[in-house]
């Protein structure tokens, strides 16, 4: 008899359980996904978002994987961005989307806020360069414009750009990779800051509006660590490049200059790519999931209204 009502309590805990998760990601608009540079939708099945769509939408998400140009600037990829966001509402019947950009998506996500406000219910940056990267101005200085160093580098990564929008299905798309690494160098982030200014913190490693003034609520998160994970293949890179930055960092962008509206978290023992669940889902041990993170923010919103 113990056991029978051991186990009726277990089932009731799940059921229970199953009824609490139902709707728990369920935003009153679609969640709309913006890669970074170099990035994608999905290459030979292998999502950009790991497995972030399909955990979010099993709790009742709409969720939209964008693909822009993997290499281009900031503005350019905002156009494209715009264009797929207006075909999801024209798709799903929505007024408005919230929108989440990884990186340099950050940039891209805040140009259609920016210059499209009355669609856009949030907009939120992961690991966002916000304020700009050292790692960019470096790569920027050794690359004299007009020499033929720079022409060899844009020819390499236009080319790269290009095979990764081919193997995504996106081959029409066009690359710039000098106005990608442009966008990204601290002076074309303040360039493109003074344009599009919205949810953005007085200075760099403060808190920003949570609302802006153009009535979209703007968010943030990022990491602080490099090397989290001994079976991840990116982590002695991204080791290397945080050398170049000043203070703790996620690789490629500091702390400070991921801050973008209100700041949930800054400092996630997570690197850049831990951020989107790269590489294939490892991350630190002793950190939240970041799968788990997404989720906890769609309920955010969901209980936000939006």
Same mark, same amino acid.
């Given at each position: 008899? $113990?056991?029978?009502?051991?186990?009726?309590?277990?089932?009731?805990?799940?059921?229970?359980?199953?009824?609490?998760?139902?709707?728990?990601?369920?935003? $009153?608009? !679609?969640?709309?996904?913006?890669?970074?540079?170099?990035? +994608?939708?999905?290459?030979?099945?292998?999502?950009? +978002?790991?497995?972030?769509?399909?955990?979010?939408?099993?709790?009742?998400?709409?969720?939209?994987?964008?693909?822009? /140009?993997?290499?281009? /600037?900031?503005?350019?990829?905002?156009?494209?961005?715009?264009?797929?966001?207006?075909? @999801?509402?024209?798709?799903?019947?929505? /007024?408005?989307?919230?929108?989440?950009?990884?990186?340099?998506?950050?940039?891209? @996500?805040?140009?259609?806020?920016?210059?499209?406000?009355? @669609?856009?219910?949030?907009?939120?940056?992961?690991?966002?360069?916000?304020?700009?990267? !050292?790692?960019?101005?470096?790569?920027?200085?050794?690359?004299?414009?007009?020499? $033929?160093?720079?022409?060899?580098?844009?020819?390499?990564?236009?080319?790269?750009?290009?095979?990764?929008?081919?193997?995504?299905?996106?081959?029409?798309? !066009?690359?710039?990779?000098?106005?990608?690494?442009?966008?990204?160098?601290?002076?074309?982030?303040?360039?493109?800051?003074?344009?599009y200014p919205e949810g953005l913190p007085a200075s760099q490693c403060e808190q920003g509006p949570m609302q802006a003034s153009n009535g979209v609520y703007y968010f943030s998160w990022s990491g602080t660590r490099t090397l989290t994970n001994?079976?991840? !293949?990116?982590?002695?890179?991204?080791?290397?490049?945080?050398?170049?930055?000043?203070?703790?960092?996620?690789?490629?962008?500091?702390?400070?200059?991921?801050?973008?509206?209100y700041v949930l978290k800054d400092n996630y023992k997570m690197n850049h790519l831990d951020e989107v669940n790269q590489m294939i889902g490892f991350h630190h041990i002793f950190e939240t999931d970041p799968l788990t993170v997404y989720r906890?923010?769609?309920?955010?919103?969901?209980?936000?209204?939006?």
């Amino acid at each position: 008899m $113990k056991k029978i009502i051991v186990l009726s309590i277990c089932s009731l805990l799940f059921i229970f359980s199953s009824a609490a998760s139902a709707g728990y990601t369920q935003t $009153k608009y !679609p969640l709309v996904l913006a890669h970074g540079i170099m990035g +994608f939708d999905d290459v030979l099945g292998i999502d950009y +978002f790991y497995r972030l769509p399909t955990n979010l939408s099993k709790d009742g998400a709409r969720v939209y994987v964008t693909s822009v /140009s993997s290499v281009n /600037s900031s503005e350019q990829r905002g156009e494209q961005l715009l264009l797929q966001v207006e075909q @999801i509402m024209a798709l799903t019947g929505a /007024s408005k989307v919230n929108l989440i950009g990884h990186s340099q998506g950050a940039q891209s @996500i805040r140009y259609v806020a920016s210059i499209r406000p009355d @669609i856009v219910a949030s907009a939120t940056s992961v690991g966002g360069v916000n304020f700009g990267s !050292p790692v960019a101005d470096v790569v920027r200085q050794g690359l004299t414009p007009g020499s $033929k160093l720079e022409g060899v580098a844009k020819t390499a990564f236009n080319a790269f750009g290009g095979l990764i929008a081919l193997l995504s299905g996106n081959s029409g798309l !066009p690359q710039n990779a000098v106005g990608a690494l442009e966008s990204l160098t601290t002076e074309g982030a303040l360039a493109f800051n003074l344009k599009y200014p919205e949810g953005l913190p007085a200075s760099q490693c403060e808190q920003g509006p949570m609302q802006a003034s153009n009535g979209v609520y703007y968010f943030s998160w990022s990491g602080t660590r490099t090397l989290t994970n001994i079976f991840d !293949p990116s982590d002695a890179a991204l080791a290397i490049t945080s050398l170049l930055i000043p203070g703790d960092d996620d690789g490629l962008v500091s702390r400070c200059s991921s801050h973008l509206g209100y700041v949930l978290k800054d400092n996630y023992k997570m690197n850049h790519l831990d951020e989107v669940n790269q590489m294939i889902g490892f991350h630190h041990i002793f950190e939240t999931d970041p799968l788990t993170v997404y989720r906890q923010h769609a309920n955010r919103l969901k209980r936000m209204g939006l």
